[in-house]
T-cell receptor
Framework: KAGVTQTPRYLIKTRGQQVTLSCSPI?????VSWYQQTPGQGLQFLFE???????NKGNFPGRFSGRQFSNSRSEMNVSTLELGDSALYLC????????????FGPGTRLLVL | EDKVVQSPLSLVVHEGDTVTLNCSYE??????LLWYKQEKKAPTFLFML????IEKKSGRLSSILDKKELFSILNITATQTGDSAVYLC?????????FGAGTRLTVKP
């Protein structure tokens, strides 16, 4: 079974721009979660989508948004990029019962200049 | 605010040594405590702990949770260079997953 895939793997943007990241879960998984990892703040939960609905949300500003499609693929969007948004963005998928059994993707490394 | 504190932040040992990584928390209510290993990018799951005092083992790795004293430990015996990684502890409460800063373990040959 193929693992969680994320595209693109690396991205460079400038302040003020917006960015969309994509995550394809493991086949059959219906829940996708997104995380931000930075050296200063560590790994932080952004949000979780299940069956096309946002089920949980972390403590991030509204510039961070996401969505999930009927095939469980998910996208995360960050608008009006700031330098502090430079991070590794990880997504993880699970069947849907809970996040304990989640599998992480390789991440997208975003650099904001 | 709920806190997850890992110690030490970094650790350098030699192959064959035994290490103990700590995760203490100030979380009022949680469903499970999880340990992950992160080598390059994607964290990989190690253990899920829900009950106090029950040790989980996988090869040279073991972990236990103490809900009374609010901490968990991850033990690695007979360390190998392949154990070099960042070890993350996280608490999951159905709505949120809160991670510690991680312990960077370096195992020298």
């Amino acid at each position: 079974k193929a693992g969680v895939t994320q595209t693109p793997r690396y991205l460079i943007k400038t302040r003020g721009q917006q960015v969309t990241l994509s995550c394809s879960p493991i086949s059959g998984h219906r829940s996708v979660s997104w995380y931000q990892q930075t050296p200063g703040q560590g790994l932080q939960f952004l949000f979780e989508y299940f069956s096309e609905t946002q089920r949980n949300k972390g403590n991030f500003p509204g510039r961070f948004s996401g969505r999930q499609f009927s095939n469980s693929r998910s996208e995360m969007n960050v608008s009006t990029l700031e330098l502090g948004d430079s991070a590794l963005y990880l997504c993880a998928s699970t069947l849907g019962g809970g996040l304990e059994t989640q599998y992480f993707g390789p991440g997208t490394r975003l650099l904001v200049l | 605010e709920d806190k997850v504190v890992q110690s030490p932040l970094s650790l350098v040992v030699h192959e064959g040594d035994t290490v103990t990584l700590n995760c203490s928390y100030e979380v009022t209510n949680f469903r499970s405590l999880l340990w992950y290993k992160q080598e390059k990018k994607a964290p990989t799951f190690l253990f899920m702990l829900t009950s106090s005092g029950i040790e989980k083992k996988s090869g040279r790795l073991s972990s236990i949770l103490d809900k009374k004293e609010l901490f968990s430990i991850l033990n690695i015996t007979a360390t190998q260079t392949g154990d070099s990684a960042v070890y993350l502890c996280a608490l999951y409460n159905n709505n949120d997953m809160r991670f510690g800063a991680g312990t960077r373990l370096t195992v020298k040959p």
